[in-house]
């Protein structure tokens, strides 16, 4: 969501913003709808100021013994003008609201320009690539006996997997695991949010109306959390948040749910996307200031999970092209997968600015201040647990007899095994 006098003020500057993404300017139909919108609302302060006088006047006659029907139907017509006055303003500010909600947040300068994840820009890669070729996590899973997509097809469809023996519980040690490396070594609060969210909760953090389709919703018209970014960042909807408690740092791991409506034909074999999985996930609610800082913060702390794992990753900068709707400016994290010989998404970590801020009402105020600011909100997956899994499975493959070898970090959280066979 924008500031409409911030628009009002610049809007060569936001065109310029949203034409690194790829649209047509989009001000002369927001000023033109604002405009038409404080003349609806300048009319209807006559109008109130009109019947309050005319109003007034049914004293007086009345007072001096006179007939007041006559003013009486001034003043009954005078409101029903009011009315409808009020019905066109709502409807010209509901139309505004829609259009700039459907609008995505301005992009940092230093997002480099380009039209998808070709044009991404490489950062950093971290550890040398081991294996570089090998079985992918479906057909060593499947060899094992421990991951069975027949079985979760039958129960629930396609895009649906379940672990038994010693898969399930890696997936549950990588899941404890990095849970306590943000809790005790990077400072996050551990939360065990609701997994179904009102539609406040879900426009606050962007993913309505636009991502309506990618969600699945209950009969009762809740929703199912697409990822822990939902309800952790809207603790602080509607609050004023004292300065003094910033930055707020939580994380959680929950089960997330997507139709994945735009994904027919994408990664179909194994777990890679899944319309149930596991992540943890990370969120900070920051002053304006320091968002940038906690931005690179955040991902140092996602690429520290993959690090422990002895996992090689590259970090990308994400290019105007391929940064999400709520964001500013996007790192992913990309491990890498000797069953697809390339690096593959296990981790996104955004800075999204007073974007979700402004939608939600978040605010901050300084001690002994009366003035509030939108805070700053930031998320970024700590990481994806089901791709973890998958690149531990592939990279810390042993072709001599199809077993698994245990990183290191995770033998304390598997009960001291050190392979799974």
């Known amino acids: ?90 409807t010209l500010a509901d139309s505004l609201n829609q259009h700039l909600a459907s609008l995505p947040n301005i992009l940092f300068a230093d997002v480099p320009d380009g039209k998808d994840e070709s044009d991404n820009k490489e950062v950093r890669r971290v550890g040398d690539i081991r294996v570089k070729k090998g079985p992918d996590h479906a057909e060593i899973g499947e060899k094992l006996g421990m991951m069975d997509f027949e079985t979760a097809a039958k129960m629930s469809g396609s895009r649906f997997t379940m672990l038994s023996g010693g898969l399930a519980r890696m997936e549950r040690a990588l899941a404890q695991f990095m849970l306590d490396t943000h809790t005790q070594e990077h400072g996050y609060t551990e939360v065990s949010p609701p997994l179904m969210v009102k539609d406040s909760a879900a426009y606050g953090t ?7 389709d990618d969600l ?39 089960p997330c ?52 794992l002895g996992l090689p990753f590259r970090t990308v900068m994400l290019c105007t092209g391929d940064t999400g709707f709520g964001a500013r400016k996007t790192y992913d994290i990309e491990v890498w997968l000797p069953g697809q010989e390339k690096y593959r998404e296990i981790s996104s970590c955004s800075n999204c600015g007073d974007f979700q801020a402004r939608r939600m009402n978040a605010r901050t105020r300084a001690k002994g201040d009366k003035a509030t600011r939108f805070v700053h909100t930031l998320n970024g997956s700590g990481v994806a647990v089901g791709r973890a899994l998958i690149a531990v499975m592939e990279n810390y493959y042993d072709p001599a007899d199809g077993g698994i070898f245990v990183p290191d970090v995770l033998k304390p959280y598997m009960g001291g095994v050190g392979k799974i066979v």
């Open 1 to 90: 969501m924008f500031d409409i006098k911030a628009i009002r003020d610049n809007p060569e500057e936001f065109d310029k913003g949203w034409a690194r993404r790829g649209m047509a300017a989009q001000t002369p139909a927001i000023l033109k709808l604002d405009e038409e919108r404080r003349t609806a609302q300048t009319a209807l302060q006559d109008l109130q100021a009109r019947r309050n006088a005319e109003s007034q006047k049914i004293g007086e006659i009345k007072k001096s013994g006179g007939n007041a029907d006559a003013q009486m139907e001034i003043v009954a017509s005078l409101k029903r003008e009011m009315a409808d006055l009020e019905e066109r303003e709502r």
């Open 206 to 212: 962007n993913q309505l109306p636009k991502f309506a």
């Open 257 to 308: 749910f997507r139709s994945e409506a735009g994904a027919a034909g994408k990664d179909t074999k194994g777990m890679l996307r899944q319309h149930q999985f596991y992540k943890v996930e990370m969120v900070s609610i920051v002053r304006p200031e320091d968002s940038e800082a906690e931005h690179e913060r955040m991902t140092g702390c996602a690429e520290t999970i993959l690090k422990k």
């Open 216 to 254: 699945f919703r209950t009969t009762r018209g809740d929703w199912l959390i697409p990822t822990a970014e939902v309800p952790l960042t809207n603790i602080v909807a509607e609050m004023i948040v004292e300065e003094d408690s910033l930055p707020r740092r939580y994380t959680a791991y929950t």
